[in-house]
């Protein structure tokens, strides 16, 4: 699912009182469900670039079933666990616009996966905006861009310590806009262990170049999701 910001570039209401458009700006993330049609996780730099998030932004989770011409949005309402330092979030949701349409929830695992996992990806790289409609509270009401999920395939192709946490680097590559989604294991149990975060920079012989693609192991909030009432199952 994706994640989007509106943020509010211009003040709600012009001199003397008078009201003026709101001019906003859109920046597309990704995330999945961890409770059903409740709670999203994501990474925690979609939300204002690493920065703490701007109590004026208004945040939407968007659905497109099976890639088609429809996109349903869910409001975020909520946000019960923001860890920078992890660069891990969770979104609490409202219901979705459309009755009919939900969210089924992944499950996680909390235990370290082993270098050579075969893992599988799935994130929603940032769509061309042709126009975005929201109202004066910046609630989402319809827009025009080309937004579509897209899945890759790999392995855990290294894992070390990294200020006290659990990284995995994968030999998967991601675009812009999927930060957030998952990083989940392949075969007839799939289950999140990790998100699609950033990458880690190497050192070649024209300068510093991105280097393996990494996401940390969600083993680094188990006390946080427990008391949301997120059990992690088996490796």
């Not at 905006?129 to 861009?145: E, H, M, T, W």
């Not at 998100?195 to 693609?213: D, F, K, L, T």
Request: with cysteine; hydrophobic share 40%; glycine share 14%.
């Amino acid at each position: 699912m994706a994640v989007l910001r509106v943020h509010p570039k211009s003040a709600r209401s012009g001199g003397g009182g008078k009201a003026r458009p709101v001019q906003v700006q859109f920046s597309f993330g990704s995330g999945f469900c961890i409770a059903e049609d409740r709670l999203v996780m994501t990474a925690h730099h979609t939300l204002n670039k690493g920065l703490p998030r701007d109590e004026q932004d208004r945040f939407h989770v968007l659905v497109v079933p099976d890639n088609g011409e429809l996109a349903y949005h869910f409001p975020v309402v909520g946000f019960p666990l923001e860890l920078p330092e992890c660069d891990l979030a969770v979104l609490e949701l409202g219901p979705c616009s459309t009755p009919d349409i939900h969210l089924p929830a992944l499950p996680v695992i909390l235990d370290p996966v082993p270098d050579g996992t075969a893992v599988a990806t799935v994130g929603y790289p940032s769509p061309e905006i042709g126009g975005v409609k929201v109202d004066a509270d910046l609630n989402y009401r319809g827009g025009q861009f080309f937004l579509k999920s897209h899945a890759n395939e790999g392995i855990v192709a290294g894992q070390y310590e990294l200020g006290g946490n659990r990284m995995y680097e994968l030999n998967v590559g991601w675009h812009h806009g999927e930060s957030g989604g998952p990083i989940a294991t392949v075969g007839p149990h799939p289950a999140v262990f990790s998100i699609m975060q950033h990458y880690r920079n190497v050192q070649s012989p024209h300068g510093v170049v991105a280097g393996p693609h990494r996401g940390v192991a969600l083993s680094c909030v188990s006390s946080e999701l427990a008391a949301l009432g997120i059990e992690g199952v088996g490796a």
